[in-house]
């Protein structure tokens, strides 16, 4: 999860849950909903992870019999962000050098990507790991992509342009 990212659903799987077994995210109470006795549900707010770091998930539930489960680490890391340079051939890994027309193009930044992923299918995926990037409103096809790189086939339709709008998704 990166900070800014927005709301998301936290999925908490474990055994011997109760309709008041709870959630705590990083110490906090958070709305749970019971699903199953192996199966809660929270969402999570924004504000919850508006910082860097590690968080920490756990459950409680009630006596009699009930206790602390263990603690789960949860990252946060920093939006995606990648210097105006940070586009560059994947042949030549010249600067100065913007992909051709379906060449290979190269992204360096931090916190591109949650996990590293190769692509195993042709026609190469327009999302591969939960990461899609797009270039003047256009999905690039990914090879690609880790917390520090992703490689991509640069869109045809951009040839000649010198000047790129490009927005990650994760």
């Given at each position: ?5 927005g709301?998301?659903?936290?999925t ?14 990083n ?7 019971y ?5 809660l ?9 508006a910082?860097?770091g590690t ?9 009699p019999g ?11 890391v ?20 913007l992909?051709?027309?379906?060449g290979?193009?190269s ?6 990507a ?17 990461v899609?990037?797009?270039?003047n ?5 990914l090879?690609?992509?880790?917390q ?17 709008n490009v927005?990650?998704?994760?």
């Amino acid at each position: 999860y990166a900070v800014g990212g927005g709301y998301f659903s936290l999925t908490v799987n474990g055994t011997g849950f109760t309709p008041a077994s709870q959630i705590l995210f990083n110490g906090a109470n958070v709305f749970t909903i019971y699903l199953s006795p192996t199966l809660l549900w929270a969402n999570i707010f924004p504000t919850s992870v508006a910082t860097v770091g590690t968080f920490q998930i756990s459950v409680t539930n009630p006596s009699p019999g009930g206790g602390s489960s263990v603690t789960v680490s949860f990252p946060v890391v920093g939006a995606p962000s990648f210097p105006a340079n940070g586009i560059i051939s994947g042949v030549t890994f010249d600067p100065t050098q913007l992909p051709s027309a379906a060449g290979i193009g190269s992204m360096f930044g931090v916190n591109l990507a949650p996990s590293t992923v190769f692509a195993s299918t042709i026609p190469l995926p327009t999302t591969l790991g939960g990461v899609s990037i797009s270039i003047n409103g256009i999905l690039a096809p990914l090879f690609f992509v880790s917390q520090g790189q992703i490689n991509f086939q640069f869109p045809w339709e951009l040839v000649g342009l010198t000047q790129l709008n490009v927005t990650i998704t994760d």
